[in-house]
T-cell receptor, first 112, second 113 residues
Framework: GDSVTQMEGPVTLSEEAFLTINCTYT??????LFWYVQYPGEGLQLLLK?????DKGSNKGFEATYRKETTSFHLEKGSVQVSDSAVYFC???????????FGAGTRLAVHP | DVKVTQSSRYLVKRTGEKVFLECVQD?????MFWYRQDPGLGLRLIYF???????EKGDIPEGYSVSREKKERFSLILESASTNQTSMYLC????????????FGSGTQLSVL
């Protein structure tokens, strides 16, 4: 079945460092791809999404490009802030009822 | 703003108890979902519903049931709680159609003793 694999954490960075969190997927057909973020004590919220190959999703300085040839959707940010500390989830949406399949999550800790 | 409200933030129950987790959304969304979140496993789908009185099993439905009698409310039921059901439970809703984002509640941390 469909699945999402993302890099294990935690990822620890200094403020203003460059961030990459890797995500690859396995799917039949053409899923939509998402990054969700979970701040401490909160539910998940959508960070960005891409619905077809070569689309780039972006929000709050984060970017990810839907790469069909490598089945990847890596999350990047050029300069992280302490406020970016959170757990990041990569996900795909199967056809039909918008059911999401999530990766295991990657915890990011940014230090001043 | 869409609001998804889960009735309890923390819940402590005993093994064998029947447990009800309630979720209400205020945006007339067709789809509603129940996930459980465990460290290292991410979110796993328990059940979802795409319409009133309709439900579909997710990846880990064993030991759970659901009820959707009204469009805005989706209940998760643990028929006989067990310690391996200790987890964070997240409810979500979305409009119909692939690619639509999910709106999540803040979660219920359930401990079964």
């Amino acid at each position: 079945g469909d699945s999402v694999t993302q890099m294990e954490g935690p990822v620890t960075l200094s403020e203003e460092a460059f961030l990459t969190i890797n995500c690859t997927y396995t799917a039949t057909g053409y899923p939509s791809l998402f990054w969700y973020v979970q701040y401490p004590g909160e539910g998940l919220q959508l960070l960005l999404k891409a619905t077809k190959a070569d689309d780039k999703g972006s929000n709050k300085g984060f970017e990810a490009t839907y790469r069909k040839e490598t089945t990847s959707f890596h999350l990047e940010k050029g300069s992280v802030q302490v406020s970016d500390s959170a757990v990041y989830f990569c996900a795909l949406s199967e056809r039909g009822y918008n059911k999401l399949i999530f990766g295991a999550g990657t915890r990011l800790a940014v230090h001043p | 703003d869409v609001k998804v409200t889960q009735s309890s933030r923390y819940l402590v129950k005993r093994t064998g108890e029947k447990v009800f987790l309630e979720c209400v959304q205020d945006m007339d969304h067709e789809n509603m979902f129940w996930y459980r979140q465990d460290p290292g496993l991410g979110l796993r789908l328990i059940y979802f519903s795409y319409d009133v009185k309709m439900k579909e099993k997710g990846d880990i439905p064993e030991g759970y049931s659901v009820s959707r009698e009204k469009k805005e409310r989706f209940s998760l039921i643990l028929e006989s709680a067990s310690t391996n059901q200790t987890s964070m439970y997240l409810c979500a809703s979305s409009p119909g159609g692939q690619g639509e984002k999910l709106f999540f509640g803040s979660g219920t941390q359930l401990s079964v003793l």
